[in-house]
């Protein structure tokens, strides 16, 4: 079974500073998707970012990027340029190929990351 | 992505009583999931539901407890029964898209 680790559970960051979450995970797959999602005090989760393991280039949207070491089974979040918006709660989750029928979530436990102005 | 609705948004229920939530997409999915977060705790996933199929139940979820519907590609429901205060939580419905899933507001339920 896949497990995820997020060993952070809190972190702080100032306005406009980058901060860096990170994750890790065990797999004896060789192919899976990496996500990040954002749970704001709101509850709602929202997909920030995703990766696909047979890719080597790393995934950006926008100030939102990862470093994926799959050797190390590594899947750090970078945020540049800290907003106040981006308070809330990050999820790193694995996720099997579709073509195993198996698209379920694994959550690590989550970091909450604070903004301060 | 895919628009998702959930209601109730939140509900207090009295213990051993059932309350049925509501998932509702805006367009046609074949796999929607359902979820639950206990109080700051991570997602856990209860069941898959695919249309035209029998729900799939992860370990320590039974169907007696959390029977699924799941009667269209746009449409699923969640009933959590003979409730307890240990069934407060956040459930949470998501979508599989080629992207990634997307989930629903939530449901906050309260047992007293």
């Known amino acids: 079974a896949q497990t995820v680790t997020q060993s952070q559970p809190e972190m702080s960051v100032q306005e406009a500073e980058t901060v860096t979450l990170s994750c890790t995970y065990d797999?004896?797959?060789?192919?899976?998707?990496l996500f990040w999602y954002k749970q704001p005090p709101s509850r709602q989760m929202i997909l920030v970012i995703r990766q696909e393991a047979y890719k080597q280039q790393n995934a950006t949207e926008n100030r939102f990027s990862v470093n994926f070491q799959k050797a190390a089974k590594s899947f750090s979040l970078k945020i540049s340029d800290s907003q106040l918006g981006d308070a809330a709660m990050y999820f790193c989750a694995y996720r099997s190929p579709p073509n195993f029928g198996n698209e379920k979530l694994t959550f690590g436990t989550g970091t909450r990351l604070t903004i301060i102005p | 992505s895919a628009v998702i609705s959930q209601k109730p948004s939140r509900d207090i229920c009295q213990r051993g009583t059932s309350l049925t939530i509501q998932c509702q997409v805006d367009s046609q999915v074949t796999m929607m999931f359902w979820y639950r977060q206990q109080p700051g705790q991570s997602l856990t996933l209860i069941a898959t539901a695919n249309q035209g199929s029998e729900a799939t139940y992860e370990s320590g979820f039974v169907i007696d407890k959390f029977p699924i519907s799941r009667p269209n590609l746009t449409f699923s429901t969640l009933t959590v029964s003979n409730m307890s205060p240990e069934d407060s939580s956040i459930y949470l419905c998501?979508?599989?898209?080629?992207?990634?899933?997307?989930f629903g507001p939530g449901t906050r339920l309260t047992v007293t």
């Open positions: 998501s979508v599989g898209t080629p992207r990634g899933q997307y």
């Open positions: 797999t004896s797959e060789s192919d899976y998707y």
